[in-house]
């Protein structure tokens, strides 16, 4: 009898793993009613405190048009502020549902750890960003020079090869969080900083003084596709991600805007009727509603809208599209398409 109990007690403790361990990330984000998302909280125009204390930014939208999609509240999300060090081990620990910021996929990060990275955003690559008065108009001229940057990114990798490729010396001065960066560049503690091109295009829009004082130097080293990224043990959570994001960019490619996104499901076009929900359920085959696009759209706008909002020639950060534009105006930015 004292042995049958045991199996028994043992079978139900094992049912009870299968249980929990079968239950969906979009489950238990609906049971807790919110989405965790992890960002940075630091960085201006990606993901940083508005005039009003609200997380505002680039990454931040993608975020809000996740919850949009899930809720139909893009406000229904807690932002998780994590440094370049934790940032990774927060999204495999569980701590956060997605991780939006700045992070570069690469194949030692998708394969191997357990993520997987679901799309990517924005197409960057690494710079160096110097004062005026040092005279220097080319990252060709930094040998000996002190280099601020952080720790536990590609960033201090890329830094490294840079220099050893052109055999120049350098001195890295390195950091866990951007706001001691900041300080040390802007102080003099060192004579250069790098990091992405839209990083330093935001600590430059919020130097001390006059951003005009420093130049982002020409060279760009590296290749950085900045992607969000999910655990890689919940199919449905990384296709709800991913085609959340690639609805923003669809809906810039035909037109549809947080202003029109209703009237446009008056539409005679399939491919904005699919898109839109009107016609098919798409929106079944990743556990939501047919109306999803309508929603994250209908929250945070289109590809273009979040990137001129947050980051455009018309923010402080004054970034050209560049290859972020449509496939369709010259850049490289491509969804795939919803049907």
Not at 112 to 121: C, E
Not at 325 to 335: R, V
């Amino acid at each position: 009898m004292k042995s049958w109990k045991l199996l028994a007690a043992s079978a139900l403790g094992v049912a009870l793993m299968a249980g929990n361990a079968s239950a969906s990330t979009l489950d238990t984000i609906k049971e807790r009613g919110k989405l965790l998302c992890g960002s940075n909280g630091k960085t201006a125009g990606f993901s940083a405190p508005d005039a009003n204390g609200k997380m505002a930014g680039f990454d931040v939208d993608f975020c809000r048009a996740i919850s949009a999609a899930v809720f139909n509240d893009p406000d229904k999300v807690e932002y998780v502020p994590l440094t370049s060090k934790q940032r990774l081990t927060a999204l495999q620990s569980g701590e956060i549902d997605v991780l939006s910021r700045t992070t570069t996929m690469t194949m030692s990060r998708d394969a191997g750890m357990g993520l997987s990275f679901a799309a990517t955003t924005i197409y960057d690559g690494q710079g160096f960003m110097v004062a005026k008065k040092l005279g220097v108009t080319s990252a060709k001229e930094l040998d000996g020079a002190a280099v601020c940057t952080r720790t536990g990114t590609n960033t201090e990798l890329n830094m490294a090869d840079f220099f050893n490729k052109n055999k120049m010396d350098y001195k890295p001065v390195v950091f866990e969080d951007r706001s001691e960066e900041r300080a040390a560049f802007f102080s003099g503690r060192c004579d250069v900083m790098t990091a992405d091109l839209t990083g330093l295009a935001g600590v430059r829009a919020n130097a001390p003084g006059n951003p005009d004082d420093y130049a982002i130097l020409p060279e760009v080293i590296s290749k950085e596709p900045l992607s969000i990224a999910v655990r890689s043990d919940d199919a449905e959570w990384f296709s709800l991600v991913r085609w959340v994001t690639y609805a923003l960019i669809n809906a810039e490619e035909m037109g549809i805007t947080a202003a029109n996104v209703e009237k446009m499901k008056m539409s005679q076009d399939p491919a904005i009727q699919r898109l839109l929900g009107v016609n098919g359920n798409l929106g079944e085959k990743i556990g939501l509603s047919n109306d999803w696009a309508v929603r994250a759209i209908g929250a945070v706008g289109n590809y273009s809208e979040i990137f001129e909002r947050n980051i455009g020639t018309n923010s402080p950060l004054k970034i050209e599209r560049g290859i972020n534009a449509l496939w369709s105006d010259g850049g490289i930015l491509y969804a795939a398409p919803v049907r």
